[in-house]
């Protein structure tokens, strides 16, 4: 068995990554997503929740589960909670992510990883795709992004490492489009 083409999908936050790779997925390419990754993570890793619980007790904790909103509320507020619990997350992410890849029968594997450039992931890929938007549309889609984008690496870097770019400021249809032509070019012979 061959190994698929390994694809990270990334880009700035509300640029549109989750339905870039929402159309992957239509078109046919394997996919997964670091934040379901995390959801799972959070759910079901035990000794990443007794981490949690010994840093910040049962505040993060709701009916027995981790609560993204509590953990969110420590880590955007504090960068070293927030260094913290990436230490935590990134290696499990990476080592799912890894797993999952190792599984796949389809040509292309599309991976959705917010942070790829930020934590020298791209090295792991075959193949990289940003997704981006202008401030003011990425302002309209997600209140509050701009208190996050100051540690992450510019648009232009990305766009500049990546070996696809889209700029995601018109229709579902044109990011559909984009997505399809990606594919397309990706299982060329």
């Known amino acids: 068995m061959t190994r698929p083409l390994a694809v990270a999908l990334t880009g700035g936050i509300a640029a549109g990554k989750s339905e870039a790779l929402q159309a992957f997925a239509r078109h046919g390419a394997a996919t997964i997503s670091s934040d379901e990754i995390v959801h799972e993570l959070y759910r079901d890793d ?6 949690l619980r010994e840093r910040w007790g049962d505040s993060v904790f709701t ?11 420590i880590v955007f507020a504090d960068r070293d909670e927030l260094a913290w619990l990436e230490s935590e997350l990134h290696p499990r992410v990476r080592a799912a992510t890894a797993d999952w890849f190792a599984r796949q029968t389809s040509d292309v594997a599309v991976a959705e990883i917010p ?31 701009a208190d996050r984008e100051e540690r992450l690496v510019p648009e232009e870097e990305k766009i500049r490492r990546a070996d696809f770019a889209y700029v995601n400021d018109g229709t579902l249809d044109e990011l559909d489009a984009f997505v399809a032509g990606v594919l397309e070019e990706l299982t060329a012979p």
């Not at 035990?46 to 981490?51: M, S």
């Not at 009916?63 to 509320?73: K, M």
């Not at 075959?126 to 549309?137: H, L, N, Q, R």
């Open 63 to 73: 009916g027995g589960e981790v609560d993204r909103a509590a953990v969110g509320r």
């Open 46 to 51: 035990e000794e990443l929740q007794a981490a």
């Open 115 to 145: 942070l790829l450039f930020e934590t020298g992931g791209e090295s792991r890929f075959d193949k990289v795709v940003v997704i981006t938007a202008p401030t003011e549309v990425r302002a309209e889609r997600r209140d509050g992004f």
